[in-house]
């Protein structure tokens, strides 16, 4: 059962890049890269320069194109109307989106215990938890947008407006103490932290509903 999940997030994951995956992989690892450097460096102002490299620019500049073809590239295919009406279509396009997002949810996960075995070790259920918010945030705002427009370039433009709108809450800083790096979060981090990802599983939830709502109605995609 694992295995064919795998294999099926892995042609999943072949279909949407296409022709594009070494652009993807060679963005994404510069991501990494630079922020698994920044957090190993121990020179750093605060674990913002770290959290966004390795978590937030990767969702947004390298996983939102990869999304934005969910749909797409049935339209572009001419086989949306087989994809939709099709016996396995129950979940058809939520099961790419999901190997996408597992996939920002796993190498965040990576990145983020590999800059914590340093002599500054920080509480890690904030920003792995937080790692999962994102990845659903995103792939249900992308998800709504890609069931809803036409082309990949309009999924991208409103997913990023989206972005825009809720960058308060999919920016914030998980890691605490933001700057010793070396102590137990407070009650008050605990608050803040609390609320922003509240905010990004609640604005998941309600985009995801919206999304499943238009997939009800096949015939509003295909026209």
Same mark, same amino acid.
């Given at each position: ?75 572009r ?32 996960w ?17 920003? *792995? *938890?937080?790692v ?36 308060p809450? *999919?920016?914030?800083n ?14 008050a ?31 509003l995609?295909?026209?």
């Amino acid at each position: 059962m694992i295995g064919q999940e795998l294999r099926r997030a892995r042609l999943a994951l072949a279909l949407l890049t296409e022709r594009r995956a070494v652009l993807f992989i060679g963005i994404d690892a510069l991501f990494l890269f630079a922020g698994v450097m920044i957090g190993l460096t121990g020179e750093r102002a605060s674990a913002i320069d770290f959290w966004h490299p390795l978590v937030v620019l990767p969702a947004l500049v390298v996983a939102v194109p990869i999304l934005a073809d969910t749909v797409a590239v049935e339209r572009r295919a001419g086989s949306l109307d087989l994809a939709l009406t099709s016996p396995g279509a129950r979940l058809y396009f939520e099961r790419r989106v999901a190997a996408v997002a597992a996939l920002i949810v796993a190498q965040g996960w990576i990145c983020i215990l590999v800059v914590s075995i340093t002599d500054e070790a920080f509480p890690l259920s904030g920003p *792995l *938890l937080q790692v999962v918010s994102v990845a659903l945030f995103v792939a249900a705002v992308t998800l709504n947008w890609s069931v809803r427009l036409r082309t990949a370039g309009a999924v991208m433009f409103a997913t990023y407006a989206t972005a825009l709108a809720f960058s308060p809450w *999919l920016a914030s800083n998980p890691i605490h103490p933001p700057t010793l790096l070396n102590g137990p979060m407070t009650a008050a981090d605990i608050v803040h932290w609390t609320q922003n990802n509240l905010v990004l599983l609640a604005a998941a939830i309600t985009f995801y509903a919206y999304a499943r709502q238009r997939l009800a109605r096949p015939e509003l995609m295909i026209t």
